[in-house]
């Protein structure tokens, strides 16, 4: 009979609530600014100011007792680089340069450099006219471009290793700025949540339900 009650009594608990977590919450944090609001119908709104990061997201939210997660909706075009030439240089010789993005960028083209046989590679920048000085470098066979601040968007452009090589590379910014939250986690910790990102944890603290 006990265990009956047991089992009874177990299937009847109740799930997470979510209104439980809803609310508006606040970082409080030296050198970010980030706000973000759960609201019961299931949808959220974010915004982060951290260093030169600026992002915003909204769209949609769950609980499962122990974690939000977001999920951003409409999904925003992430930005995107395109090789547009690849003109022969000099064997062993690199050349980047970048289109008129149309906006300030900051600083010289920027890219990590794939080495065969290495799951890490190493960054590199464009310098006078886009040369790339490549000294004492191993033998590259691809590069990924860099964003300033943002960092990689997964863009890599493959390098033939008979020849040099001249890049023009396009930059399409596409929905820079807007978060593309695909689950993303935010942990429950007493009454804050918790979100890694940009190598940073930020601490969102409930200002009101």
């Given amino acids: 009979m006990i265990h009956l009650l047991s089992i009874l009594l177990l299937n009847a608990a109740p799930a997470p609530v979510a209104d439980s977590v809803a609310g508006l919450y606040q970082s409080q944090q030296m050198e970010i600014g980030a706000a973000l609001e759960l609201r019961k119908d299931g949808h959220f709104r974010y915004q982060l100011d951290y260093g030169a990061v ?62 065969r046989g290495k799951e890490s590679g190493f960054e590199i920048s464009a310098g006078d006219g886009g040369r790339v000085d490549l000294t004492d470098k191993p033998p590259i066979e691809a590069i990924a471009p860099l964003m300033p601040v943002y960092g990689p968007t997964g863009d890599i452009f493959p390098l033939t290793p008979d020849r040099g090589h001249k890049l023009l590379i396009r930059f399409h910014r596409n929905d820079l700025g807007k978060a593309a939250f695909r689950n993303e986690p935010l942990t429950l910790d007493g009454n804050a949540l918790v979100l890694s990102r940009y190598d940073a944890e930020i601490r969102f603290l409930r200002r009101r339900p």
């Fill in 54 to 115: 600026s992002e915003g997201a909204e769209g949609d939210w769950t609980f499962d007792g122990k974690t939000v997660r977001l999920t951003s909706k409409p999904m925003p075009k992430s930005p995107s680089f395109e090789l547009v030439r690849d003109e022969p240089a000099p064997s062993g010789e690199l050349y980047m340069t970048l289109e008129d993005p149309g906006f300030e960028w900051g600083h010289s083209l920027e890219a990590v450099a794939k080495v």
